[in-house]
């Protein structure tokens, strides 16, 4: 596609579940970015890929979250044992190259994730 | 010190006039900076980005970087209730290790 792709847009479920939220970043887009946003909050950033490796995972929360990419391509974040205070928007962002390093990021329209 | 600092606003300006949003970073290395405008409900999207002094204009937009001072502005001009939005300043700092910073947005109100 055109652009970066989230699924699912939204999701609701119980505290203690484990979610699984996906990315799927521009086409040849070598570095992909997860943020946080709570509700009338800015972006909190959560980890970032380039290609396959993480270089700086130093904004995940807490060890209930991990995140993955395979290749240059999907992303899957994951959150065990959901809390109430997982609930915000997770946005991805992908950006052409990292050492390159005047190329903007991109970003997908979110997930919305509700905790119950 | 924040990293990328905005002020929260809002801001609120008559439809028609000038909008004047600004943003400090404190990494004095940072060279790529970029400002994104983000609806209530959607995520951010790209308006302008800006590398070197001096003024970039695209349409009614004009980003601004001083990089002595370290400061980046976006002016918008006859200003329109859709630009209504918080815009988002974003820095590339290579300080250290890479990483590509966000500020916490002014929210922008133009009043019809």
């Known amino acids: 596609g055109a652009g970066v792709s989230q699924s699912p847009s939204n999701k609701v479920t119980e505290k203690g579940k484990d979610v699984e939220l996906r990315c799927d970043p521009i086409s040849g887009h070598t570095a992909l970015y997860w943020y946080r946003q709570r509700l009338g909050q800015g972006l909190e950033f959560l980890i970032y890929?380039?290609?396959?490796?993480?270089?700086?995972k130093s904004g995940l929360p807490s060890d209930r979250f991990s995140a993955e990419r395979t290749g240059e391509s999907v992303s899957t974040l994951t959150i065990q044992r959901t809390q109430q205070e997982d609930s915000a928007v997770y946005l991805c962002?992908?950006?052409?190259?990292?050492?390159?390093?005047?190329?903007?990021?991109?970003f997908g329209d979110g997930t919305r994730l509700s905790i119950l | 010190q924040k990293e990328v600092e905005q002020n929260s606003g809002p801001l609120s300006v008559p439809e028609g006039a000038i909008a004047s949003l600004n943003c400090t970073y404190s990494d004095r290395g940072s060279q790529s900076f970029f400002w994104y405008r983000q609806y209530s409900g959607k995520s951010p999207e790209l308006i302008m980005s800006i590398y070197s002094n001096g003024d970039k204009e695209d349409g009614r937009f004009t980003a601004q970087l001083n990089k002595a001072s370290q400061y980046v502005s976006l002016l918008i001009r006859d200003s329109q209730p859709s630009d209504s939005a918080t815009y988002l300043c974003a820095v590339i700092s290579t300080s250290g290790t890479y990483k590509y910073i966000f500020g916490t947005g002014t929210r922008l109100k133009v009043l019809a």
């Open positions: 890929f380039q290609g396959n490796s993480a270089p700086d």
């Open positions: 962002a992908s950006s052409s190259a990292w050492f390159n390093s005047n190329q903007p990021q991109h």
